[in-house]
């Protein structure tokens, strides 16, 4: 299985005591969160991955690569935690709480779901590590680090995309992506622009080089890939309708949020289609065309404006650290600019959805 090698990849050279943190009930429960939000079990081909990718997947390949590239174990723990709070459909659920353009809603605290673990707060202490020190991923920039600047949880996200969801990179090309990585916490003792911002207020950052036949344009190139399948229509409205399936399920008791966060996708969609109401989900997921509205349109018309995800990562280029702009010129703004893309964000999309189900779901868009 594809997704095996990529996890392989990941773990090389990491170490084996994070092995018995994966196998407690926190982290095994993410086997059944998917990274994508659900498009695993949608009609539309071109949104449906080509292997399942869990979040558990996910968590341990941040972790195992967190300790390779810093050998620190509350920074690999941090890591393995980051996504403990997950509920089934993960952004979706955003989505269903008005919240797309910051995708904040959808998650626990991670400190609260730890602390109902036994198994794995005695590991904690066995091997000496402070709860505190490792229920925010934000405290270590290898972590979770904002926009522009890579972090291990937005590179898993940037090579899982174009590895089983977009479908547009070999297993290959990944793992030359994942050799380019290098993590640099300080840039004490290296020249670099003085009037550069980024480089001024440096605290730790991943930094991408040249890799025997990948180059940068490759890596950019793959971020734009990530950034720009967000973005399409077809997502944008399976993201907002999924939102308002699980409302509307929640609301009529079908299922509640603490089955969303206790139940895998799978169990959630039997636990739905096997009720007398499961026709609506069984429309929406059988849905395969998305289209920009037109005046006469009478289907369900949605607007999405979603979180951009991007990133801009620095280099590391004749012997120092840089900005892209610095090695390839105008070739940076070429890949990164989604300015159309993110204009499209404001036209009206409409997908086949039937009758009925437009009708019961209508009453739950947002205004």
């Given at each position: 299985?594809l997704?095996?090698k990529y996890?392989?990849?990941n773990?090389q050279n990491?170490?084996?005591i994070?092995d018995?943190y994966?196998e407690?009930k926190?982290?095994?429960?993410?086997k059944?969160?998917?990274?994508f939000?659900g498009?695993?079990?949608v009609?539309?081909?071109?949104l449906k991955p080509r292997?399942?990718?869990?979040?558990?997947d996910h968590s341990?390949?941040v972790a195992?690569?967190a300790?390779?590239?810093s050998e620190?174990l509350k920074?690999?723990?941090?890591g393995?935690f980051?996504d403990?709070?997950?509920?089934?459909?993960?952004?979706?659920?955003?989505?269903?709480k008005g919240?797309?353009?910051k995708?904040e809603?959808?998650?626990?605290s991670?400190?609260e779901v730890?602390l109902r673990?036994?198994e794995?707060?005695e590991y904690l202490?066995?091997?000496?590590?402070s709860?505190?020190?490792?229920?925010?991923?934000a405290r270590?920039?290898?972590i979770?680090?904002?926009?522009?600047?890579?972090c291990l949880?937005?590179?898993?996200?940037?090579?899982?995309?174009?590895?089983?969801?977009?479908?547009?990179?070999?297993?290959e090309?990944i793992e030359?992506?994942?050799?380019?990585?290098?993590?640099?916490?300080t840039?004490?003792g290296?020249?670099f622009?003085?009037t550069n911002?980024?480089?001024?207020?440096?605290?730790?950052e991943?930094?991408?080089?040249?890799?025997d036949?990948?180059?940068?344009?490759?890596?950019?190139?793959?971020?734009?890939?990530?950034s720009?399948?967000?973005?399409t229509?077809?997502?944008?409205?399976?993201?907002?309708?999924?939102?308002l399936?699980?409302k509307?399920y929640?609301?009529i008791?079908?299922?509640?949020?603490r089955?969303?966060f206790?139940?895998?996708?799978?169990?959630?969609i039997?636990?739905?289609?096997?009720?007398?109401y499961g026709?609506?989900?069984k429309?929406?997921l059988?849905?395969?065309?998305?289209?920009y509205a037109?005046?006469?349109?009478?289907g369900?018309?949605?607007?999405?404006?979603?979180?951009?995800?991007q990133a801009?990562?620095?280099?590391?280029?004749?012997m120092r650290?840089?900005d892209?702009y610095?090695?390839?010129g105008?070739?940076?703004?070429e890949?990164?600019?989604l300015?159309?893309d993110?204009k499209l964000t404001d036209?009206?999309?409409?997908?086949?959805?039937?009758?009925e189900?437009m009708?019961?779901?209508?009453r739950?868009?947002r205004?």
């Open positions: 299985m997704v095996e996890n392989n990849l773990k990491s170490n084996s994070l018995k994966f407690t926190t982290l095994q429960r993410l059944g969160k998917g990274l939000c498009m695993d079990y009609g539309i081909d071109s292997e399942y990718y869990s979040r558990y341990k390949n195992y690569t300790w390779k590239l620190d920074v690999a723990l941090a393995a980051h403990v709070g997950s509920l089934s459909f993960a952004h979706v659920n955003s989505f269903k919240d797309s353009l995708q809603s959808d998650e626990l991670v400190k730890l673990d036994k794995l707060l202490y066995q091997d000496g590590i709860l505190d020190d490792v229920i925010d991923g270590y920039p290898l979770d680090k904002k926009i522009p600047a890579l949880d937005r590179v898993d996200g940037i090579l899982a995309t174009c590895l089983f969801w977009a479908k547009t990179h070999s297993f090309q030359g992506f994942y050799n380019m990585l290098t993590y640099f916490e840039l004490n290296m020249t622009d003085m911002e980024r480089l001024l207020n440096f605290n730790g991943i930094v991408i080089s040249e890799y036949d990948v180059w940068y344009e490759d890596f950019f190139d793959a971020i734009g890939v990530y720009k399948l967000l973005l229509k077809e997502d944008r409205y399976l993201m907002e309708i999924l939102g399936t699980l509307y929640e609301d008791g079908i299922i509640s949020e089955d969303l206790e139940m895998s996708e799978q169990e959630i039997s636990k739905i289609l096997d009720s007398k026709d609506i989900l429309d929406v059988s849905l395969d065309k998305v289209e037109k005046d006469n349109d009478s369900l018309i949605l607007i999405s404006k979603p979180k951009i995800r801009n990562p620095l280099c590391w280029g004749h650290v840089c892209i610095e090695i390839t105008e070739f940076f703004r890949l990164v600019d300015s159309e993110i036209r009206p999309i409409v997908g086949n959805l039937s009758k189900t009708k019961v779901l209508s739950y868009r205004k």
